[in-house]
């Protein structure tokens, strides 16, 4: 310790000697702003500011706080998590800043606070103040006590207005090392002023230069009352009202977790009206809408949070998953693909995905999807409860409809409640009933997803195509009728009216309905396979084999479609 300071003596005594040097010869003198400074000084900006940020997440927490143990120990993870963002952050702005500026530079020309600035010349420089920052050193934690040094300068004009007043050039010490600003500081009252003072804190001036001086320090003391009261009521209403809307959303957090929805729904909207444009409310509430069956104000909500924030996952999701009950697959599959780009692990929009390629008739790609939700350990069941139903309903359509089964009755047995869609399971257990012929079975399941969900796109097809099966030719009309209302230009509406047809005897109306069907159809291989079978029921082998090829195209995994070409050919033969 005793070799270390008077090295650190010799160095400022050789510096300030340099310096001395340099103004007796003319020189230019730089005063380099120093990184461990500005390091410093985002270490101790970071406390405060981490402090001020954790208040309202003080409050915030409360609502799903389980001890104030709990409380307090999520809230310290957020304050040091704040902390440690500011200070990366901040440092990175001073450090970038630091190589643009350079420093202060001295010289026969006058003084330059920055690189490219324009120096205040020696003749334009009317007084110096050299003033102690007790409170902002307090309030940043600096082990020095910072000071303020203020340039101030006539105006450039000549203009008699100007000349009351001065232009204050301010420059920190928390940038520079002490004894580099101790000398900065002595360069310019040297230069200006003739004199070496023993303290350089205080105010130079000439005494003609007094009264400007006084005008523009009582200016700028009303600048800094006017300022600071800014400060203190935006730091009050930006921390007030983030609390305020934190709180409050936590809190409908906590009445959805406890199934409260009517509470939930109250919570959210308020925090919607505390703060319009926090986007976190309007996906909750469209959540808490979808869950009440009010699917028209989920989606307003929905795309309401994604005006808000264009690259939330979830309200793109949720909305992909209202068009695919819809049946509008272009738009979910743009919806899919976006949240994917943003968030390729997604495990709810890789179901979404499955899904997609289930009702395109794509099954290996839908069953290779599941298969990655069904692999993850997730503490949310729901898309694994969802994935392992496309995964059997993708067993049923490749001819495996005893596999299926056996899959669905096995996640029956061990599920939560709270996140299984027993809908979904419903409806994929009911097709493989029909695949397997128990007719009565599968209308019954069918049933009681209607009872469940009400008439959904997917319900009236499933219970349509169980009654063409039962040849319940009245029972199938009014499903397809409540169809159509729902889509009119559905292709399976379409496809559903033309067996109708076929099964009353109407041959000719069956052929231009089955061929309307499949130019709506698309990519849809389950839809080619079957109007295909149509084909073949009504001895239109040759157009039966070319709808089986067709669904073949879009999915070589089709079992419909194979067992069609092979009910042709024997027919053939």
């Not at 940020?53 to 709990?70: F, M, R």
């Not at 040094?149 to 232009?167: C, E, R």
């Not at 079975?441 to 469940?452: C, F, I, N």
Request: charged residues 25%; hydrophobic residues 45%.
């Amino acid at each position: 310790m005793s070799t270390e300071e008077p090295a650190a003596d010799s160095q400022s005594d050789n510096a300030g000697a340099a310096t001395a040097e340099a103004r007796k010869s003319g020189a230019e003198e730089l005063f380099a702003i120093d990184s461990q400074c500005l390091a410093k000084l985002a270490q101790g900006s970071s406390v405060l500011i981490a402090s001020l940020l954790a208040i309202p997440d003080a409050v915030a927490l409360i609502p799903g706080a389980t001890s104030p143990l709990g409380w307090l120990l999520r809230l310290i993870g957020v304050w040091i998590s704040a902390a440690v963002l500011w200070f990366v952050g901040f440092l990175g702005i001073l450090q970038v800043v630091r190589l643009l500026v350079r420093g202060v530079s001295v010289g026969p020309s006058g003084i330059k606070l920055w690189r490219l600035a324009k120096p205040i010349a020696w003749d334009k420089l009317e007084a110096l103040a050299i003033e102690p920052q007790v409170v902002f050193s307090k309030l940043f934690s600096l082990e020095t006590t910072a000071r303020k040094l203020t340039i101030y300068s006539k105006f450039m004009s000549d203009k008699k207005i100007f000349k009351n007043i001065l232009v204050p050039h301010p420059v920190p010490s928390f940038f520079f090392k002490p004894e580099v600003f101790e000398q900065m500081v002595r360069s310019i009252i040297s230069r200006k002023f003739d004199l070496e003072p023993v303290s350089i804190n205080g105010i130079f001036a000439f005494p003609q230069t007094q009264p400007p001086l006084k005008t523009t320090y009582k200016a700028l003391r009303y600048q800094q009352i006017l300022v600071t009261v800014l400060i203190a009521v935006g730091l009050v209403g930006l921390l007030g009202r983030k609390a305020a809307v934190n709180y409050v959303y936590n809190s409908g957090n906590h009445a959805l977790a406890a199934n409260n929805l009517p509470e939930a729904e109250r919570l959210y909207r308020t925090a919607t009206e505390i703060d319009p444009y926090f986007y976190a409310p309007f996906n909750n509430l469209a959540n808490v809408e979808f869950r009440r069956g009010d699917f028209t104000q989920a989606l307003k909500h929905w795309e309401k949070a994604l005006q808000l924030k264009p690259d939330f996952v979830e309200p793109m999701i949720s909305i992909s998953y209202l068009h695919l009950q819809k049946g509008e697959y272009a738009k979910a599959k743009e919806l899919i693909n976006s949240a994917l780009v943003l968030a390729p692990l997604n495990s709810h929009a890789l179901a979404n995905r499955a899904d997609y390629f289930l009702r395109m008739g794509n099954l290996k790609a839908a069953m290779g999807d599941a298969v990655s939700v069904i692999s993850k350990e997730e503490k949310e069941k729901r898309p694994v409860y969802t994935a392992q139903c496309i995964f059997a309903e993708g067993l049923v359509r490749s001819g495996k409809p005893r596999e299926g089964l056996k899959r669905l009755d096995a996640l029956a047995k061990n599920f939560n409640e709270a996140e299984f869609n027993r809908t979904l399971w419903l409806l994929a257990k009911a097709n493989a009933l029909l695949q397997v012929g128990d007719l009565k079975s599968a209308r019954s399941t069918a049933l009681e997803a209607q009872r469940r969900a009400g008439d959904s796109r997917d319900i009236l097809i499933q219970l349509a195509r169980i009654s063409i099966a039962r040849k319940s030719a009245d029972e199938t009309q009014n499903y397809v009728d409540r169809l159509s209302k729902l889509s009119a230009d559905d292709a399976w509406c379409d496809l559903l009216q033309a067996k109708l047809s076929f099964l009353k005897g109407d041959r000719r109306r069956a052929e231009k309905e089955v061929e309307r069907a499949m130019q709506w159809a698309r990519n849809d291989a389950l839809l080619f396979a079957e109007a295909g079978w149509l084909f073949h029921d009504m001895s239109e082998d040759e157009r039966a084999r070319e709808a089986a090829r067709k669904s073949l195209e879009l999915e070589p995994l089709t079992d419909s479609a194979l067992k069609l070409l092979d009910a042709v050919q024997h027919s053939a033969q």
